[in-house]
């Protein structure tokens, strides 16, 4: 068989993959895509297809390996990543997941930033970095109370010592206490102030969905917006800013690295912030 006649059969074996799937005959689709992947194993759009049937089916090890190896065809590859990430996290393989999702979005939002695929790859990035928080944020909020009532009690302690052996001083001695115990809470509030879900500052925040930015551009008049919104905007509204009025062009559209930079490193002290509503 010539390379041309299997590259043909490899192609109609993955349309009728795609059909199968579309009627979510997931198995039907995983032969088809097999046949393909047997006839040309290195098309790497076979084996995230492929990957993305056993997603369906919930089996994440042949997610996983379909994907390293559509990578290992294709570093770029966006739904290699993206799948991969997932299977990762559903093996509890959080900092490598996350990762994996991280690469996806990256690659997502060069190739196309306004695809159902980047929103699809954010949300589920943003749950993983929430639960990864929810995680930690529960470990040290233990460790702090425990911390805390250890303070206290050294306290209590040295109090009733001090109280033995000094007469006459004992309201004196309790409003030390007192003081001392509250000085002791403040400490530990203000340790727990990362954890403690607050408001997103406004800066931080696109004036159009008021959510926090995921990949703020900037435009020439120097409102700052989040990326697909402001391009969805310029594609079906019009090409003006919509807070200035100003005409406005995708190619003037510049990404604001510093607000970038900024939203980073809140929701790396602040990972409440990636709970989505």
Not at 85 to 94: I, W
Not at 106 to 122: C, F, H, K, T
Not at 205 to 227: Q, W
Request: hydrophobic letters at 35%.
């Amino acid at each position: 068989m010539s390379a041309i006649v299997g590259s043909k059969q490899a192609e109609q074996l993955k349309q009728d993959g795609n059909s199968y799937f579309q009627k979510n005959r997931f198995g039907a689709a995983i032969d088809a895509y097999t046949e393909a992947i047997t006839l040309c194993p290195n098309v790497p759009i076979y084996w995230t297809n492929r990957a993305l049937c056993h997603r369906k089916r919930n089996d994440w090890q042949r997610v996983e390996e379909d994907c390293r190896k559509a990578i290992q065809l294709d570093h770029n590859s966006v739904k290699a990543h993206y799948y991969l990430g997932l299977a990762l996290l559903q093996k509890e393989q959080y900092a490598e997941g996350v990762r994996e999702l991280e690469k996806a979005l990256d690659l997502g939002r060069g190739a196309n930033p306004g695809s159902y695929m980047v929103e699809e790859i954010w949300e589920e990035l943003a749950k993983a970095k929430y639960l990864e928080w929810e995680h930690e944020s529960t470990r040290r909020s233990w460790e702090l109370q425990n911390l805390k009532e250890s303070c206290e009690l050294a306290l209590k302690e040295k109090h009733m010592l001090d109280s033995s052996q000094i007469e006459g001083l004992v309201d004196e001695n309790s409003t030390s206490l007192l003081k001392q115990l509250e000085a002791v809470g403040k400490v530990f509030m203000k340790a727990a102030e990362d954890d403690t879900p607050t408001e997103v500052p406004d800066h931080l925040c696109c004036k159009i969905t008021l959510d926090i930015f995921r990949d703020p551009v900037i435009t020439p008049s120097g409102v700052t917006y989040e990326r697909a919104v402001i391009l969805d905007h310029l594609q079906k509204v019009g090409k003006f800013d919509p807070i200035t009025r100003e005409p406005l062009y995708t190619s003037q559209l510049v990404p604001n690295l510093a607000i970038k930079e900024a939203v980073h490193a809140f929701l790396d002290r602040h990972g409440w912030a990636y709970r989505i509503d």
